[in-house]
């Protein structure tokens, strides 16, 4: 057969499939958006996916990603290198496991909510999928801790896992403003659960970078007081032999 022949059999059941498909388009666009919702209303099972789209994004965003990088900050003081390594396969399977909830609640929305990306919880969402994506290929392409490269990486792997953070908790904050214009339903009380965690997670976040001192200083000050050096030096020399004395 020659190749004209072969071009219009392929061109032909394609073209054929694409008039098929411009009702089902012109319907798509006829769809309401998100901005357009309060016109509508929300039917029951609309609503149980866009709750169980809210609750996957939560269980990645709000509480498995923020648990695995505190886990992955205990290593900071660790020497034991067999509790090194617990630690760390902790902190990839939690994240591998985040990854997977948010890449489920992103199918959901392709598959069951409008895309067309007018609103900022859709376009903070699209940049979040993207920029998380990034992160989880650059933690398979870790390089080993003795490259020259590890530092670059290194600085990379934090900075882009600062901005998914970022992004993630936003976008539960816009998903909840999104939730209650198209629902009219009250969200306040979720609004301040997440606060709370969040600044909660903040909390333990910076103790961990003091704990290391705190526990130090309780160590110092358990064993005895701790005299300022201008009270030290007020006290006799031959009292301080015979301090020194006793506790030998």
């Given at each position: 057969?020659?190749?004209?022949?072969k071009l219009?059999a392929?061109?032909?059941?394609?073209?054929?499939?694409?008039?098929?498909?411009r009702?089902?388009?012109?319907?798509?666009?006829?769809h309401?958006t998100?901005?357009?919702?309060?016109?509508?209303k929300?039917?029951?099972?609309?609503s149980?996916?866009?709750?169980?789209?809210?609750?996957?994004?939560?269980?990645s965003?709000?509480?498995?990603?923020p648990?695995?990088?505190?886990?992955?900050?205990m290593?900071n003081?660790?020497?034991?290198?067999?509790?090194?390594?617990?630690?760390?396969?902790?902190h990839?399977i939690?994240?591998?496991v985040?990854?997977l909830?948010?890449?489920?609640?992103?199918?959901?929305?392709?598959?069951?909510f409008d895309?067309?990306?007018?609103?900022?919880?859709?376009?903070?969402g699209l940049?979040?999928?993207?920029?998380?994506?990034?992160?989880?290929?650059?933690?398979i392409?870790r390089?080993?801790?003795?490259?020259?490269?590890r530092?670059?990486?290194?600085i990379?792997?934090?900075?882009?896992g600062?901005?998914?953070s970022?992004?993630?908790?936003?976008?539960?904050?816009?998903?909840?403003?999104?939730?209650h214009?198209?629902?009219?339903?009250?969200?306040?009380?979720?609004?301040?659960?997440?606060?709370?965690?969040?600044?909660?997670?903040?909390?333990?976040?910076l103790?961990?970078?003091?704990?290391?001192?705190?526990?130090?200083?309780g160590?110092?000050?358990?064993?005895k007081?701790?005299?300022p050096t201008?009270?030290?030096?007020?006290?006799?020399?031959?009292?301080q032999?015979?301090?020194?004395?006793?506790h030998c």
């Open positions: 057969m020659p190749s004209s022949h219009v392929v061109a032909l059941p394609v073209g054929l499939n694409i008039l098929n498909l009702p089902s388009i012109a319907s798509l666009q006829e309401p998100m901005d357009s919702s309060s016109r509508y929300v039917t029951r099972e609309l149980f996916e866009i709750k169980l789209h809210g609750f996957l994004l939560w269980a965003v709000g509480l498995l990603m648990a695995a990088i505190l886990v992955k900050r290593t003081r660790e020497e034991s290198g067999k509790r090194l390594r617990i630690i760390f396969y902790i990839a939690t994240q591998v985040s990854v909830l948010a890449s489920a609640a992103a199918v959901m929305s392709l598959k069951y895309n067309s990306f007018n609103n900022d919880h859709q376009r903070i940049a979040f999928y993207v920029i998380m994506w990034l992160q989880a290929l650059a933690g392409c390089p080993h801790r003795r490259s020259k490269s530092n670059i990486w290194f990379f792997h934090w900075l882009v600062i901005i998914v970022l992004l993630g908790v936003i976008n539960i904050y816009t998903g909840l403003e999104a939730y214009k198209r629902s009219s339903k009250n969200v306040r009380i979720w609004t301040i659960l997440f606060t709370i965690q969040v600044s909660l997670t903040l909390f333990v976040y103790l961990q970078e003091k704990w290391h001192y705190i526990r130090k200083q160590a110092i000050l358990g064993n007081p701790v005299l201008s009270d030290r030096e007020m006290i006799p020399t031959s009292q032999k015979e301090t020194t004395s006793e």
